[in-house]
């Protein structure tokens, strides 16, 4: 069976499914997106992607394509037309087809709708999850308003690649304070020598994580001590653990900063147990 996606309310072939050369999204990354982590063909953290979904809309004055309960059918059924049980689900809403213009059009135009959905194999994630990651760190140099999730990735696409090309997994943006934002696509934690997990907080610039927000909360039901205060790098290296969250990465402990080890060099016990509660909690919760 071949895979299918959504484009502009229809469902199509994937390898012929296309957007016309003046989308906005293509010509202008006048678009945002959100992905979904999915569990036993169930969305996870499903209301906090639609609310944050809404916000980015709303900051770039894109209407609401669809409502909520219409879009959550098409996430599903695109879901269900590729026999997806374990895997992730991307939406991406431009604010439409017009002849090329950096304002706005004039004549109202429709958001264009894309969807598609990819499996995760479940074996090699857990895999992955137990031999830890590396990442690298390189300057902060996208624009100020991270917190909305545009399609405009091009510095975390230079940043990813950056780590490919040195064996890493993930970059950590570093700001000018020399304090880590977060990841190319996921959000940053460690575990301090004092016990306590810290992440950046979300008035600074960076994305307010989905993941992120939800393993606050399992950290305090768990009784864990949380601070949302910045690290640096090397605060990061003297770290008992570090890792990092997102709806691809789930809760993934990283075992390197630039080379050089954290805490043993190995994912600790915290950032298992943290992984393990997440995707139990989001399991749990998905719709
Ligand atoms: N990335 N920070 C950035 C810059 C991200 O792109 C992402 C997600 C996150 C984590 O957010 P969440 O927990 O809501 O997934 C943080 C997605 C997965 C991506 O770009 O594929």
Redesign the pocket.
Known sequence: MGRIAYVNGRYTPHAEAAVHIEDRGYQLADAV???W?VFDGKLA?AE??FA?LSRSLGELRIPEPMSRGALTVVLREVLRRNRIRNG?V?LQVSRGVAPRDHAFPTAPVSPAVVVTAKAVDHAAAEAKAAKGVSVITTPENRWGR?DI?TVG?LP?VLAKQAAKERGAAEAWFVDEMGLVT??????AWILDRDGVLRTRDTNAN????????TLLEVIREAGLTVSEKPFSPAEAVEAREAFI?????LVLPVVQVDGKPVGEGLPGPVAKRLRALYIQRAKNTAV
């Open positions: 997106y959100e992905v982590a953290d906090g992607h944050r992730m991307y991270c999730k990735l975390n977060e990841g190319a696509s996921s959000n960076i994305l307010r994580g989905v993941t992120r927000l969250t997102g709806a691809g990465s």
